[in-house]
């Protein structure tokens, strides 16, 4: 496993659809191994494929309970919008505001060997999959801002 190099904003990665995942092999398998290593050297909550330059619907969540990895990933259903917390991101350093998101998020997506499963999330789970899955969509938390917070007075 290795620490991949975040990308930040202003590069155009971040702003590109990705690519399915055609491809169930080892050189998944290492992506999102580095991946995961590289959220948690962050202290991150959920990081996203084309966060490290690679332009693939791949993703890892962790609020706490352990690596979700989300491949190919499609929101099927979700609760009415609420904005509860304030968000940030790996590539947009020093910055949170609020994002309205739904409380609750059922998502189907593929396991890193290709096989299908759903999973329901709520809260910062359900935040987290909303905010990963923008990025997939070549989207950043910045576009649906609807008020910064500063965070350096607490």
């Given at each position: 496993?290795?620490?991949?190099?975040?990308?930040?904003?202003?590069?155009?990665?971040?702003?590109?659809?990705?690519?399915?995942?055609?491809?169930?092999?080892?050189?998944?398998?290492?992506?999102?191994?580095?991946?995961?290593?590289?959220?948690?050297?962050?202290?991150?909550?959920?990081?996203?494929?084309?966060?490290?330059?690679?332009?693939?619907?791949?993703?890892?969540?962790?609020?706490?309970?352990?690596?979700?990895?989300?491949?190919?990933?499609?929101?099927?259903?979700?609760?009415?919008?609420?904005?509860?917390?304030?968000?940030?991101?790996?590539?947009?350093?020093?910055?949170?505001?609020?994002?309205?998101?739904?409380?609750?998020?059922?998502?189907?997506?593929?396991?890193?060997?290709?096989?299908?499963?759903?999973?329901?999330?709520?809260?910062?789970?359900?935040?987290?999959?909303?905010?990963?899955l923008d990025h997939l969509d070549g989207h950043l938390f910045?576009?649906?801002?609807?008020?910064?917070?500063?965070?350096?007075?607490?």
């Open positions: 496993m290795a620490i991949r190099r975040i990308i930040k904003i202003g590069d155009e990665t971040l702003s590109k659809k990705c690519r399915p995942v055609t491809d169930f092999n080892a050189r998944l398998a290492t992506l999102l191994d580095d991946m995961a290593e590289t959220l948690h050297e962050a202290n991150g909550v959920g990081l996203a494929a084309p966060q490290v330059g690679i332009l693939k619907r791949a993703v890892v969540i962790d609020v706490g309970e352990g690596i979700i990895e989300l491949i190919n990933p499609k929101i099927v259903s979700s609760s009415e919008e609420t904005t509860n917390d304030y968000e940030g991101c790996l590539s947009v350093p020093e910055k949170w505001g609020y994002v309205e998101r739904p409380q609750t998020v059922t998502v189907k997506a593929e396991d890193r060997s290709g096989n299908p499963f759903e999973l329901t999330g709520e809260g910062l789970l359900a935040r987290a999959i909303c905010h990963e910045t576009e649906k801002v609807s008020e910064y917070v500063d965070l350096s007075e607490t």
